[in-house]
């Protein structure tokens, strides 16, 4: 069994600051997890993945993760926010098999203010 | 690679009409997803298919609702008859391997009045 929580539907940050995005995962198995960002009226686009390699991971437009596994934790982070950055942002856990099926957290929605 | 295509980007049909929402997955990809998005319930996996067999279909809300993949390139998922409540974005989406990253297509927008 496997699950996902996104511990904040709603993140506002200035331009400029540090982006904290938090989520916690529940895995019977070592997991792969996933950051995917959703622009308004758009699809889903993978940021960046975790598969049992670096624990640092480092994703498209300047995103990262840290994958802590005694903490069960996945957080996104980024440096400095940019006002393309508003959008919604998903975690996932899977297992990396062929009959694995991908959890989808409820999603946190990132605004930036100018 | 083109990615994931949809057809068509948007639909809009009246209660009652049955609706086919077509999807192409990346070639060489051998699992495919169909999802639902809406405000009141976010993203919802419907089905996904592992080498064009269905895997699961838990959620697929009813019997109104039916998913195909007649080969690895195709696939279609059916409303019929189709109801207001119906109405949300469908994304299709297809990874090399079930539990692996996704791609995702640019979804279809169905409305039914």
């Known amino acids: 069994a496997q699950s996902v929580t996104q511990l904040d539907s709603h993140v506002s940050v200035s331009e400029g600051t540090p982006v904290l995005l938090r989520c916690n995962y529940s895995?019977?198995?070592?997991?792969?997890l996933f950051w995917y960002v959703q622009h308004p009226n758009k699809g889903l686009q993978l940021l960046l993945k975790?598969?049992?390699?670096?624990?640092l991971v480092k994703g498209i437009n300047g995103f990262e993760a840290e994958f802590k596994k005694s903490e069960t934790s996945f957080h996104l982070t980024k440096p400095s926010a940019h006002m393309s950055d508003a959008a919604e942002y998903f975690c996932?856990?899977?297992?990396?098999?062929?009959?694995?099926?991908?959890?989808f957290g409820d999603g946190t929605t990132l605004t930036v203010k100018p | 690679d083109a990615g994931v295509i949809q057809s068509p980007r948007h639909e809009v049909t009246e209660m009652g009409q049955e609706v086919t929402l077509r999807c192409k997955p990346i070639?060489?990809?051998?699992?495919l997803f169909w999802y639902r998005q809406t405000m009141m319930r976010g993203l919802e996996l419907l089905i996904y298919?592992?080498?064009?067999?269905?895997?699961?279909d838990s959620g697929m809300p009813e019997d109104r609702f039916s998913a195909k993949m007649p080969n690895a390139s195709f696939s279609t998922l059916k409303i019929q008859p189709s109801e207001p409540r119906d109405s949300a974005v469908y994304f299709c989406?297809?990874?090399?391997?079930?539990?692996?990253?996704?791609?995702f297509g640019p979804g279809t927008r169905l409305t039914v009045t």
């Open positions: 989406a297809s990874s090399l391997v079930a539990g692996y990253e996704q791609y």
């Open positions: 895995s019977s198995y070592s997991p792969s």
């Open positions: 975790y598969t049992s390699a670096a624990t």
């Open positions: 996932v856990v899977s297992l990396n098999t062929n009959a694995g099926k991908s959890t």
């Open positions: 070639s060489g990809h051998n699992s």
């Open positions: 298919f592992n080498n064009n067999v269905p895997i699961d």
